[in-house]
């Protein structure tokens, strides 16, 4: 198998071209010769997507990568994004022959740009298949940049070569051909130069390189037995010795969570969400998000180190740093101390406020330095659970459009279902300009409500404009033409009524208007509503009596919890 780099660094010139088109130009001419009598496939890495890490794509089947197919194949690689080359080293083996020795031929222009270890990897993979080898062929006019890559050809009993420019990569290629028909216990491969004659560019006339002292027509030596150099015309080609053996990298440890409502129980069996983090944070300030979950209990493995995990369960959620162990399996309890809210709004008379004209805001107790809440949740459902982590919450309801607003606070127990009843004191008002007392009401005209502190309630054009407003006294002021009309009326709790203006009655002064808008020392109304107790007196405690399942289907965000006892 042959796996070819096509991440953003093969865009990089290496003389006069691209990294990728001395590879593929290369590459065409060897499967070309090569392809006849090998079982030749093809996978690349990071030529589809700029940044992903999983952009990799087998191209060719084993047999299916010959003389014929390689153009329009090689031709499909174009330079975009990532290297995982760890990855793309589990994909190709994947692609081997049963039963039969697999060489993987990577091509890189650079090391793994993942987070990946591709040492680990090969290290894997050859003990998932012993007759497996891993060869590695880099382009780089800094072959140093190559190096953590040896270790896979190390790890494997490969060939691991490094060229600086297009012609030395067509040396090192056949270098790696030939390292594959030799027999795999052979003896240290010798310097690049004893490769077959085939696999050798041609020489030219111009003279070889000299180093200082040597005398003229004499070839240069290295000056170390750890680098092995080759001196043709045109191009100098290190061949860099396999890295020694690293300490065994550490192995990824089995990791399962689960998670309880509260200490006492239930263990919760759904609705979950696990998300796990890498613990330090990154340089823009957030944390990377390695995996989420929708197991009640999921496991995994994760390579020892901190990490960051948040399991939610509705609205309620807990994050928690572990700290993995090598060697150590880990099983991680989350205790959500989670509790169930529910919520219902009535009138003045007792009865419940019409489905749809009451709005719940659900926020924190907390007030910041402008008076203002944190909305954990905006427009909750009426009678329905809410999974929330125990303790204080403010609820802010709204009944109609207009100012019958009432908040309250509650406190939510862990287990519990906590049920807040609110009572809302405000009625529906019907506003109507008539010629005279019972006459008809008439269109085009603009309404103005006011508090008796002379604060605009609620603006509105038409015929008969009904609003939902809070006990108190108001006044109103109608405009039909050039000439405006007004009214002050009040409102009693839960009495819904029509409040008539009547041209008849006469228009109202600029002066009386003013006072109306501009009071001198208007009393403000009071609080537009109030919390009321449930029926048995007991505000936002019990109110269910039967268990409820936490298991069961999802309501709003949550599912039932314990009744409280």
Request: glycine share 10%.
């Amino acid at each position: 198998m042959i796996v070819v780099d096509g991440s953003q660094g093969m865009t990089e010139k290496v003389g006069d071209n691209a990294k990728i088109d001395g590879v593929t130009g290369v590459l065409s001419k060897a499967i070309a010769t090569q392809g006849e009598k090998r079982a030749l496939g093809l996978v690349a890495f990071g030529h589809r997507e700029a940044s992903s890490c999983t952009d990799i794509e087998a191209l060719a089947k084993p047999g299916e990568l010959k003389a014929a197919t390689a153009d329009p194949l090689l031709g499909k690689i174009t330079p975009k994004g990532q290297a995982p080359v760890a990855a793309s080293m589990e994909e190709a083996a994947k692609l081997g022959l049963e039963g039969q020795p697999l060489n993987i031929v990577l091509i890189a222009g650079g090391a793994d740009t993942c987070k990946a270890d591709p040492c680990a990897m090969a290290q894997t993979l050859k003990q998932q298949q012993k007759d497996l080898r891993i060869h590695v062929v880099g382009l780089s006019t800094q072959p140093q940049d190559l190096q953590p890559l040896a270790c896979m050809a190390n790890a494997t009993g490969g060939k691991f070569v490094a060229a600086t420019n297009e012609q030395g990569f067509e040396v090192a290629l056949g270098a790696v051909f030939a390292a594959i028909d030799a027999p795999v216990a052979a003896p240290p491969p010798a310097p690049v130069a004893a490769a077959p004659a085939a696999a050798m560019p041609p020489r030219t006339s111009a003279a070889p390189a000299k180093s200082p002292g040597s005398s003229a027509g004499k070839a240069t030596q290295p000056k170390s037995s750890d680098v092995n150099t080759v001196n043709t015309a045109e191009s100098i080609i290190e061949v860099l010795p396999p890295a020694p053996v690293p300490t065994p990298p550490a192995q990824p440890v089995p990791v399962t969570f689960h998670a309880l409502a509260t200490e006492a129980g239930p263990r919760l069996r759904s609705g979950l969400i696990w998300r796990i983090f890498h613990a330090e944070a990154e340089a823009e300030g957030g944390f990377e998000l390695i995996s989420t979950h929708r197991e009640a209990a999921p496991s995994m493995t994760l390579l020892p180190g901190e990490y960051l995990v948040n399991a939610a369960y509705g609205l309620s959620n807990l994050t928690k740093k572990i700290r993995v162990e090598g060697g150590e399996e880990k099983n991680e309890a989350f205790i959500l101390n989670t509790g169930g809210l529910t919520l219902k709004a009535v009138l003045a008379t007792g009865e419940d406020c019409p489905d749809g004209d009451v709005d719940f805001d659900i926020q924190s107790d907390e007030i910041d330095q402008f008076g203002k809440r944190e909305t954990i949740l905006a427009d909750a459902s009426p009678n329905k659970v809410v999974r929330l982590n125990a303790g204080a919450y403010h609820i802010n309801s709204l009944y109609g459009d207009a100012n019958a607003n009432v908040g309250v606070d509650v406190t939510v127990e862990p287990g519990r279902i906590t049920q807040a009843t609110i009572k809302h004191t405000g009625a529906k008002i019907t506003f109507r300009l008539v010629q005279s007392r019972g006459g008809e009401a008439l269109a085009d005209t603009e309404w103005q409500i006011l508090t008796s502190a002379g604060d605009t309630v609620k603006t509105n054009v038409g015929a008969l404009p009904t609003h939902i407003l809070a006990a108190g006294t108001y006044a109103v002021i109608a405009k039909h033409g050039e000439k405006s009309y007004s009214r002050k009326f009040t409102i009693e709790p839960g009495n819904d009524k029509q409040i008539e203006v009547a041209i008849e009655d006469g228009p109202t002064s600029a002066k009386e208007l003013q006072v109306l808008l501009e009071p001198p020392e208007a009393p403000r109304p009071g609080t537009s509503g109030y919390a009321g107790p449930p029926p048995a007196g007991a505000f936002g405690v019990d109110g269910f009596s039967n268990p409820a399942d936490p298991n069961g289907p999802l309501l709003n965000p949550g599912a039932l919890l314990r009744p409280s006892r």
